[in-house]
């Protein structure tokens, strides 16, 4: 996966066990503005659409950690298209009264990793596996999906 020229991204990270987190997005008129969230095992929570207001609780995610991914469209080829782009980044609004927590990376057993990531990698379907890189087609399977990404940052789309 690689990120679109006409699009730029903001994102952050926040800890939900230092309370709830609101984020405001800007009317941005008729230009696309997404925010993307995600919870530590990367599943999608929401895609919610500017203007918007939305408030992140852990109950709700499920998971101490939780990501936010906004992208806005830009044109890359006018300065001033850009230049209002960012203005609406900047305008982006975060509030987590009791934050902002702290980001605490699990010590993680690295032998046990190898292990699965070797087991899953035995599991691909014949010629998904090649050159060291996951190479996914459009049509690939819902388990060679799940595999790809589960075995590490070889994973790519073609």
């Given at each position: 996966?690689?990120?679109?020229?006409?699009?730029?991204?903001?994102?952050?990270?926040?800890?939900?066990?230092?309370?709830?987190?609101?984020?405001?997005?800007?009317?941005?008129?008729?230009?696309?503005?997404?925010?993307?969230?995600?919870?530590?095992?990367?599943?999608?929570?929401?895609?919610?659409?500017?203007?918007?207001?939305?408030?992140?609780?852990?109950?709700?995610?499920?998971?101490?950690?939780?990501?936010?991914?906004?992208?806005?469209?830009?044109?890359?080829?006018?300065?001033?298209?850009?230049?209002?782009?960012?203005?609406l980044?900047?305008?982006?609004?975060?509030?987590q009264?009791?934050?902002?927590?702290?980001?605490?990376?699990?010590d993680?057993?690295?032998?046990?990793?190898?292990?699965?990531?070797?087991?899953?990698?035995?599991?691909?379907?014949?010629?998904?596996?090649?050159?060291?890189?996951?190479?996914?087609?459009?049509?690939?399977s819902?388990?060679?999906?799940?595999?790809?990404?589960?075995?590490?940052?070889?994973?790519?789309?073609?």
């Open positions: 996966m690689r990120m679109n020229r006409d699009t730029l991204y903001s994102s952050a990270v926040f800890d939900l066990d230092a309370g709830p987190v609101t984020l405001t997005l800007p009317d941005p008129g008729r230009r696309y503005m997404m925010l993307q969230i995600l919870d530590e095992d990367h599943y999608t929570h929401a895609n919610v659409y500017a203007p918007a207001h939305h408030v992140l609780h852990r109950d709700a995610i499920g998971t101490r950690y939780v990501a936010a991914l906004v992208r806005t469209m830009a044109d890359p080829r006018d300065s001033e298209d850009l230049a209002r782009a960012r203005a980044q900047d305008a982006i609004r975060v509030e009264p009791g934050g902002p927590g702290k980001f605490e990376i699990p993680w057993d690295a032998e046990s990793l190898a292990k699965v990531r070797a087991a899953l990698e035995c599991r691909a379907p014949a010629g998904l596996r090649c050159g060291g890189r996951w190479r996914l087609h459009a049509g690939a819902c388990g060679a999906q799940a595999l790809a990404p589960a075995v590490g940052s070889r994973a790519r789309a073609r």
